[in-house]
């Protein structure tokens, strides 16, 4: 089976022809991404604009060097364009009860509605995903007909605009004619990863920096437990050494690349990041792990910044090699490579 995976970030967009197959790895067939024009000023109208006009490119691009044309397209969405949120239901009940697939559903449904509710009509949920089943305060993946008298349910929920997700469906579909396109957040395919790869990881954070948002995850006992942007990302940084240096943006990127000095905007990201993870009491525990997935051009300036505050560990594509193979004959690309690996094991 052909897919297309298509990765819209708040600075770039990246694509995908992946081949799957039963029991076997993911390979990457095709892979691009087009960075986006630096703004000196963010215009979210712009960008938006942009990132349509990277979506038709990227997929001219795979039509040219891929013959087979994909089954279905999976597209993976930037906080930027949606809203996240995890959430835990529990419900006591009176007496010991029955629960089965039936009473979680209907109770991950009646919180559904009101996640909808307090956000804007105009919004549609694009995922929502069950992380974790509890029954008097065990873990289960027993659902069939068990006894309890009190049931946890963590869930992770995602609303998006409806207009954007028409805009991108109608754009995909009229270039591939495939109107099989589904809508995830990025963040969802980051966890599972994670939590697939360092199965014995329970209590952690991760983090993925993009052009212009840092997203920041928080894990306890192996669910998500708050997602949380801010609106720093690389091309603050390149900004910063622009304004500071008065070079031009490749200049810049290259400073960063080098070691540069990167104090100034480093001090404001870390507290952001810093104010994420401990708006929680995690008791210490989240301080063990904290992932970080960025791209290769900001890679070892995350890691230089980052180390000298938090101890953290970078997802490379060392460690997704062994879960993803790249053929395209492109640089490895992680963000593709996590989502790849996601689908797979949604479709496998």
């Not at 396109?181 to 599972?192: G, K, L, Q, R």
């Not at 840092?214 to 949380?228: A, F």
């Not at 240096?245 to 810049?252: D, E, K, L, R």
């Not at 993803?324 to 492109?330: D, K």
């Amino acid at each position: 089976m052909n897919v297309a995976i298509i990765d819209i970030g708040s600075g770039s967009v990246g694509l995908a022809g992946v081949l799957l197959e039963k029991d076997k790895v993911p390979i990457l067939k095709f892979s691009k991404r087009i960075e986006l024009t630096l703004q000196e000023k963010l215009d979210p109208e712009r960008l938006l604009q942009e990132s349509f006009t990277a979506i038709e490119r990227v997929i001219a691009d795979m039509q040219k060097g891929m013959a087979l044309a994909p089954s279905s397209v999976f597209c993976f969405l930037s906080p930027h364009l949606i809203v996240s949120q995890a959430r835990n239901i529990i419900l006591n009940f009176d007496k010991s009860s029955t629960v089965n697939s039936l009473v979680i559903n209907d109770a991950v449904n009646r919180e559904l509605k009101r996640f909808s509710a307090g956000n804007n009509s105009g919004e549609v949920v694009i995922e929502h995903k069950i992380m974790g089943v509890k029954l008097n305060g065990y873990e289960t993946t027993n659902l069939k007909d068990r006894i309890a008298n009190r049931l946890e349910i963590s869930i992770f929920f995602t609303l998006a605009p409806a207009d954007i997700l028409n805009k991108i469906k109608k754009q995909i579909s009229s270039s591939f004619h495939n109107e099989q396109v589904e809508f995830h957040s990025f963040s969802i395919a980051h966890f599972a990863i994670l939590r697939d790869i360092f199965r014995a990881e329970q209590n952690f954070a991760f983090i993925d920096i993009g052009s212009e948002i840092t997203d920041v995850s928080l894990v306890r006992e192996g669910v998500i437990e708050k997602t949380t942007s801010f609106p720093l990302g690389k091309n603050t940084f390149i900004r910063s050494i622009m304004n500071k240096m008065q070079v031009s943006a490749p200049v810049a990127l290259s400073i960063i690349k080098k070691g540069g000095d990167l104090v100034s905007v480093s001090e404001e990201w870390i507290t952001a990041i810093r104010g994420a993870i401990d708006s929680n009491n995690f008791e210490g525990k989240v301080r063990e792990k904290i992932f970080i997935l960025t791209d290769k051009d900001f890679s070892g300036a995350t890691s230089a910044i980052l180390n000298q505050q938090l101890e953290i560990k970078e997802l490379t594509s060392t460690d997704l090699n062994k879960f993803c193979q790249n053929y395209s004959g492109a640089v490895d690309d992680p963000f593709l490579m996590v989502a790849s690996i996601f689908v797979n094991k949604l479709l496998n």
